[in-house]
């Protein structure tokens, strides 16, 4: 995929902003700093243990915008619907989608609606795009230096292997909910605690691992993770033991990266405890002088391990 992205859409289609890759374009339009992003979903399946499509594609596009620094505000909504899909599944997605926009404090302002032949699609697929105003400017990989904390907002995994247990009807001893969730709230009262936040990254598709490989392959740094430290869930523990899965390349939907500096790990981990959404905040490892480009583990047993990119995906179709 980033190899896709890279070498055919960048190439062809990248300016500035674009080849800057963060999960929102950061614009100037009337004197003011604003974000825009967009994104589409084709989960499968369509309704998963805490979530569903609708508030998938919502909370997705409020965090894209909230990870920039931005208070999102205007949301776009598309549907393409497959023909024949039960009209009670699709007022239950639209009714997810309000609540959602109204728990996350944003507005749909314009959207389109498109029905395919039967076999086209796989029930319903969305895409949502957003637009928020900058309160918090500067974040940006350029920032981080070695030594600067890594803090992951909750426990890993939860979306990935709700997913997995809906669309293969597997029941594991502890139930795993999706962790989809706004971000917004949360991200905000850490940004008005600090002063000191260089970078954030919501670690959707591929996971943690993949997510901090994307912080750091254009960076004067390498990132140690400490294993003790990562925050994992008994639910998804069992899940991962029993199907060989890692959970540092599953997908979250509702856990946030923060790179800070040091000074303020503290304050940040407080913040981030005092919210439901924070309550599992770990400090997971630092940016380092070393391994510049790479990201590795500081095992329980006393070694190192290289933590590489995701090459494929573990679970396709999750988000």
Known sequence: MHKLIDSLFIERFGGSVLKEK??????????????????????????????????????????????????????????????????????????????AAKAAGVEIVTGDTKVVERGSCDKIFINTSGIGEIYYPGLSVDRIRPGDSIILSGTMGEHAISVLSKREGISFLSKVKSDSAPLNGLIARVLKASDRVKFMRDPTRGGVA??????????????????????????????????????????????????????????????????????????????????????????????KRIIGMLTGEQLPRIC
Not at 69 to 77: D, E, H, M, Q
């Open 22 to 99: 963060k999960d929102s374009a950061i614009i100037r339009m009337g004197g003011k700093e604003v974000a825009f992003t967009t994104d589409s979903y084709v989960v499968d399946p369509v309704f998963f243990p805490g979530g569903d499509i609708g508030s998938l594609a919502l909370y997705g596009t409020v965090n894209d915008l909230s990870v920039c620094g931005a208070k999102p505000l205007f949301i776009s909504l598309a549907m393409i619907i497959e023909e024949g899909l039960d009209r009670d599944a699709l007022e239950k997605i639209a009714s997810s989608i309000k609540n």
């Open 210 to 303: 993949t997510t901090l490989n994307e912080i750091c392959e254009r960076g004067k740094f390498g990132i140690a993770l400490d294993e003790e430290s990562l925050p994992l869930g008994e639910g998804v523990g069992g899940a991962c033991e029993l199907l060989g899965l890692d959970p540092l390349y599953l997908a979250c939907e509702g856990r946030c990266l923060v790179v800070a500096g040091r000074e303020d790990e503290d304050k940040i981990l407080s913040v981030m405890k005092r919210d439901p959404l924070g309550r599992r905040a770990k400090i997971i490892g630092r940016t380092t002088k070393d391994n510049c480009g790479k990201v590795y583990m500081n095992t329980i047993s006393g070694g």
